[in-house]
C-alpha cells in the first residue's frame, strides 16, 4: 500500500551520510518532498510536513536517526486527525447499543462491499450486526447487498415493495433496538456526483437514524477528487469517519497521507483487498510504522485472535516442537492464513519484512496455480500418508504426482521445500522461518 511512500523516505534518510552536514539536510529535504508529491500527497500537506522535519533539524543534531525519529512524529502528527479523541482507532461503540453507523459515499465508491467488510469484521469481534438495505435508488442495490449478507452470514433488513429510505431506516433502527443487536449498519444510496436530492435524503436518513458514526466511503484511487468529496459531505452531514476503499490498488498511498488533514476527520478504515476480511483500522501510529518498514505486530496479533482458536493453537504448537507437523496441519494453516487477508500484507506488517512482500504481491492464495498445485497434490494423498509425511517413498510419490496431474519432480520439490519449512516452524516467529514458508508458496510451480 505504501511501497512507494516507504522506499522514498528510505531514499530521503540515506542523503544524511554525514552528521550536521547541513548540504546533505537540504538535499534530503529536497528528496523527501519530492518523494511525497510523486506520491500524490498533497502539496499544502507536503509542504508542511517538509518545513516541521527542517525545523526540527536545526534545533539539533543533523543525522539518519534523527531526521527519521522527525519524519515518525509528524508523520503521525499528520495522519491523525484534529480533535478526533479516540476516533483513529477504528470502530468505537456507543455506551448504549445498538451503534448506528449511517454509510454515505458516492456511486461506484465501495460504499455497499465496504459495509458489508465493516459488519464482517464486527462480526468476526463477536459481535450482532443488523444491515439494512436503504439504497432504493440504485437498480438491484437491495439483492446485491442480499447476496453479500447470504454469503457472509450477516443479517439484513428490507422492506419489500419500500421506496422511501427513510421507511427504512426508522423500522430497521427499530428492530435493532428490539432484537438487541450491537451494531446497525445503514447502506444508502450514493449518486455519481454530489447533489441536492442526494444530500436532502442523507440528511432525512441522518435525523430519523441520529447515528452515532456516520462513515463516508471514499475511493483511494479518486485522489485529491476523493478528498474534496469527502470534504463536501462532511460540511453537508457531519461525517464522524472516512473509509478508504480500493486502497490495495494505490501503490502511492498519498491520498491516505493527507485526507485526514485536509478533511478533519480521521480516517478509520482502509479496504486492503477485495475479500470481505481485507478491511483494516487505521491507526496512525501503526500506519506509520509500516511506512517506515517497522511492521505492524500489534494489528497481525489482533486479526490472529479472531480467527485462532487458543485451543488449537497450543495443540499445533505442541506438535510443533515435536517436529510432528504433518501436511492436514499445513492446510488448516493455509486456510487460518488466508482469514488473515493476502500474503503481501500479512508479511507487510512483519518488522524487516516489507520487501518480502513487494515480491509476493502476485501470490493468491485461493486461485495461484502455486496453491492449486500443493492442493492437488495433498488431494491426492492417503490419510495416512498427509498424517505422516515420512511414508513417502518414490512408489508413493509417483502415484501422488500421477493423481495431482504433475510431474514427480514437481512433487520432490514440494516436499523437500514442506520439510525445511516443518523445521523452520519450530522458530516461526522469527524471520528466516516466515521466508521458508513464504519461498515454499512462491517456488511451489516454478518452471524447470
Do not use: W
Not at 517436529?323 to 492436514?328: L, M, P, T, W
Amino acid at each position: 500500500m505504501f511501497e512507494l511512500i516507504g522506499e522514498s523516505l528510505k531514499s530521503a534518510v540515506n542523503k544524511l551520510k554525514f552528521v550536521d552536514d547541513e548540504k546533505a539536510l537540504k538535499n534530503a529535504l529536497e528528496t523527501l518532498k519530492k518523494s511525497l508529491l510523486k506520491a500524490d500527497v498533497y502539496h499544502k500537506v507536503t509542504k508542511e510536513l517538509v518545513s516541521l522535519v527542517e525545523a526540527d533539524m536545526k534545533k539539533g543534531t543533523i543525522g539518519q536517526k534523527q531526521f527519521l525519529d522527525s519524519i515518525k512524529t509528524n508523520l503521525t502528527n499528520i495522519l491523525t486527525a484534529p480533535n478526533d479523541g479516540n476516533k483513529g482507532s477504528g470502530f468505537v461503540f456507543a455506551s448504549n447499543p445498538p451503534t448506528v453507523v449511517l454509510m454515505a459515499g458516492l456511486q461506484g465508491g465501495g460504499k455497499t462491499t465496504t459495509t458489508i467488510k465493516l459488519a464482517s469484521y464486527l462480526k468476526a469481534r463477536k459481535k450482532r450486526v443488523l444491515v439494512a438495505a436503504a439504497d432504493l435508488q440504485r437498480l438491484a442495490a437491495v439483492e446485491q447487498l442480499r447476496q453479500l449478507c447470504s454469503a457472509n452470514e450477516i443479517e439484513l433488513f428490507t422492506i419489500d415493495g419500500e421506496n422511501n429510505p427513510v421507511n427504512v431506516a426508522k423500522e430497521a433502527l427499530k428492530k435493532a433496538k428490539d432484537g438487541f443487536y450491537d451494531v446497525l449498519l445503514v447502506d444508502t444510496a450514493g449518486r455519481l456526483a454530489i447533489d441536492e436530492a442526494l444530500m436532502s435524503e442523507l440528511k432525512e436518513v441522518k435525523s430519523v437514524l441520529n447515528p452515532d458514526e456516520i462513515f463516508y466511503v471514499a475511493d483511494a484511487m479518486s485522489g485529491q477528487d476523493g478528498v474534496r468529496t469527502a470534504t463536501s459531505f462532511n460540511e453537508a452531514l457531519g461525517i464522524t469517519g472516512v473509509i478508504l476503499s480500493k486502497f490495495d490498488a494505490d501503490t502511492k498511498g498519498g491520498v491516505a497521507i493527507g485526507i485526514a488533514h485536509q478533511v478533519g476527520i480521521p480516517l478509520r478504515f482502509v479496504g486492503v483487498g477485495e475479500k470481505v476480511a481485507d478491511l483494516e483500522s487505521f491507526i496512525p501510529d501503526r500506519i506509520v510504522g509500516r511506512i517506515l518498514g517497522e511492521g505492524d505486530l500489534a494489528t497481525l496479533a489482533e486479526k490472529a485472535s479472531t480467527i485462532i482458536d487458543e485451543k488449537e493453537a497450543k495443540k499445533l504448537n505442541k506438535k510443533i516442537k515435536k517436529g510432528e507437523f504433518n501436511f492436514n496441519d499445513f492446510i488448516a494453516q493455509l486456510e487460518s492464513v488466508k482469514k488473515l487477508g493476502s500474503m503481501k500484507g500479512i508479511l507487510g506488517m512483519i518488522p524487516g519484512m516489507s520487501s518480502m512482500a513487494n515480491q509476493l504481491k502476485d501470490i493468491d492464495l485461493d486461485n495461484s496455480e502455486q496453491i492449486k498445485h500443493i492442493k492437488a497434490m495433498i488431494n491426492s494423498m492417503t490419510p495416512k500418508e498427509r498424517e505422516n509425511p515420512d511414508l513417502l517413498n518414490n512408489a508413493r510419490k509417483r502415484r501422488i504426482a500421477a493423481g495431482a496431474g504433475l510431474d514427480q519432480m514437481t512433487v520432490n520439490r514440494f516436499l523437500k521445500q514442506f520439510s525445511s519449512a516443518a523445521k523452520l516452524a519450530k522458530k516461526f516467529s522469527n524471520k528466516d522461518s516466515m521466508k521458508g514458508f513464504a519461498n515454499m508458496l512462491a517456488n511451489a510451480n516454478r518452471p524447470k
